[in-house]
């Protein structure tokens, strides 16, 4: 079962990680596409490794130093907004690998899907989006949606060999990132410096903000929701501190299943790659001995309020995950270039929610039209 990959952000945290698992399997894996968006030096060491036929640098500023680097091995390079919608639909490849940050995951994977890629989905932002679309796209065109978020990964990981057995529930889990039980009065004056200290988890600088201000978990019932066909109302969010329980499927007759062990994203990226087949691997294993208390709590949604407007969103349906999304986008920016405090994020979402218009069954073009519009008023937020 060789599986011929594109990576689009093989230089982030998710990319780097996957590249370790397509070293540590070489019979497996065959690296056809590599993409990243600003660091050349990162993704030309890595062609110059693993081969790959194509690259896209996304910042053309830093073309001539990708291609004088890569064109002597015979790799070609390619740049420019329309590439990597391109690059994805190459024959060689099977399984796309989205691993890129934000908004720009959504119409590289719409093309991958039409193409007929299976598709192993990190960037989760693609399905707040435009959940319904890309969902139904791929059933259309009999592509499968592999989750390599842990908490995703977790869930359908319990429902190997029970996908007969109508869900009544997923409880997905949270650490509580590094704010948990925290009150507004300490958070009105963190710093970036803070919010980038994830107890459990080394991420790309957007997601690490994302699971400080609970947004995090808000997209991943949005992603879930999507991935899994549920209700709102079947979604329960816990907040367990140690991240051991990766997430939880509750079936009709009452059982939970649980799937857990060290938080390791190379668990759940090796395992969307491999889908059926779970690779022996070196990762560490848990012990028991070290973690005597597993300990669950609820989200105080109070004073992280991101939580309530993704399942707000989910209500109201139409482009409404949609402009959280790009509000999000702005906000985390913002904050991270120290122009507005942490607690004035979800005030800038909110505001968004109120602001962009609604669409109820929106298309594509719709999607591309609410992402302008909400990042345009988000821009003109003032406090
Ligand atoms: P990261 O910031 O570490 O890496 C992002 C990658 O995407 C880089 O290679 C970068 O060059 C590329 N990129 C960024 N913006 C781009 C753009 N506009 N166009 C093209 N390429 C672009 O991010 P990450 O932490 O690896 O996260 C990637 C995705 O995976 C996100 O959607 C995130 O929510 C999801 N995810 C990450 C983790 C994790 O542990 N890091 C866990 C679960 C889900
Ligand atoms: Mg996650």
Known sequence: MKRNLAILG????????????????????EVEVLTAQNNADLLIEQAAKFQPNVVVISNEALYDKVFSALDPLDIKVYTGEKSLSSVVQMESINMVLTALVGYAGLIPTVAAIKAGKHIALANKETLVVAGELVTDLAQKNRVDILPVDSEHSAIFQCLVGEFHNPIEKIILTASGGPFLGRDRDFLKSVTKLQALKHPNWSMGAKITIDSASLMNKGL????????????PDQIEVVVHPQSIIHSMVQFEDGSIKAQMGLPDMRVPIQFALSYPARLKSDFPRFDFSKYPSLTFQRPDIQTFRNLGFAFEALSQGGNMACIVNAANEIAVASFLRDEIGFLEMSDLIEDCMHRVSFVKTPTLEDYIRTDEEARRIAMEFSF
């Open 220 to 231: 991943e019932v949005i992603e879930a929701k999507w991935l899994f066909g549920l209700t």
């Open 10 to 29: 093989s230089t982030g945290s998710i990319g780097t990680q996957a590249l370790e698992v397509v070293a540590a399997n070489p019979d497996i894996f």
